[in-house]
């Protein structure tokens, strides 16, 4: 007998409960993932799902014994995003202690991503989507960071953060490291800077910069009148400046 899955269509449903309060707040070790992108992503990077949901009418992107149907109106109460793709999930998440994201980053000969107040979901996604897809294993948030296990960085990674180790920091942890600050100006340029052989890069926020002002900076040039990159377009020519030096 082809095993069916069961239907919830209870807004009160406890899985939809569950669902909501997730992506209300984050619970440590548990992370909301939404499309099937993200989600075969998440998947192909090792990933353990405590529940799949799937909307009555749409299709998981990989076959998966234990999920479970919403009709439309339980799907729309679990979930606040607007997806026209209707299927969410729940993940177990692996999230790095200081100790294994440094040590991973050692180990690989990469310096450690720092993020130092990066605001916006967006460009957090976007800078872990970058630094997977350059190689590096590690990267660190600094207080004042979003969460990059946070459902909109998740989505704009299209799932690679759990590609990386993630680890959450305070400067007093990164002691060790010498490396650089990313600077929009008054750094050594780009060119001219060891960065690939630094124990950790650190990118600074979209509306202040980096907060600590004891750093060695590097500096991307641009051109005149330009103030300053998108702090995730910095991270990816920065990162893909190391991938491409480590690989001459
Ligand atoms: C939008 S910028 C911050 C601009 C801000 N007004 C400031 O005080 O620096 C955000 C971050 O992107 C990185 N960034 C931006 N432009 C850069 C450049 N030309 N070279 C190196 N890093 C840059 C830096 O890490 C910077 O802290």
């Not at 009709?71 to 679990?78: K, L, N, P, W």
């Not at 294994?100 to 980053?105: F, L, Q, R, Y």
């Not at 960071?145 to 959450?168: C, I, Q, Y």
């Not at 340029?189 to 650190?202: F, K, N, Q, R, Y």
Request: net charge positive; with cysteine; aromatic share 4%.
């Amino acid at each position: 007998m082809p095993h069916t899955p069961p239907i919830i269509s209870s807004p009160d449903n406890e899985v939809v409960r569950r669902f909501r309060r997730l992506a209300a707040r984050r619970e440590p070790g548990l992370v909301l993932l939404e499309g099937p992108r993200v989600l075969a992503e998440a998947r192909a990077a090792g990933l353990e799902f405590d529940v799949i949901a799937v909307r009555e009418g749409d299709k998981l992107p990989f076959r998966a014994e234990s999920r479970v149907t919403l009709t439309a109106g339980a799907f729309r109460a679990a979930t606040q995003t607007v997806t026209p793709q209707g299927v969410i999930a729940i993940g177990r998440v692996h999230e790095a202690s200081v100790s294994e994201a440094i040590g991973s980053a050692q180990g690989a000969r990469w310096p450690l991503i720092v993020l130092d107040g990066v605001q916006d979901p967006g460009n957090v996604g976007a800078i872990c989507r970058t630094a997977a897809a350059a190689g590096a294993p590690a990267l660190a948030v600094l207080p004042g960071s979003a969460d990059p296990f946070g459902p909109k960085a998740v989505r704009a990674s299209a799932g690679n953060v759990f590609r990386l180790k993630v680890a959450r920091v305070h400067w007093k942890d990164l002691d060790e490291l010498a490396g650089y600050g990313a600077a929009s100006s008054g750094g050594a340029a780009l060119a001219d800077t060891p960065i690939e052989s630094a124990g950790m890069i650190v990118l600074g926020s979209e509306a202040h910069g980096l907060s600590r002002k004891d750093l060695e900076l590097v500096t991307i040039p641009v051109a005149g009148g330009v103030e300053s990159l998108n702090v995730a377009a910095a991270a990816a020519l920065i990162l893909f400046e190391i991938k491409r030096r480590r690989a001459a």
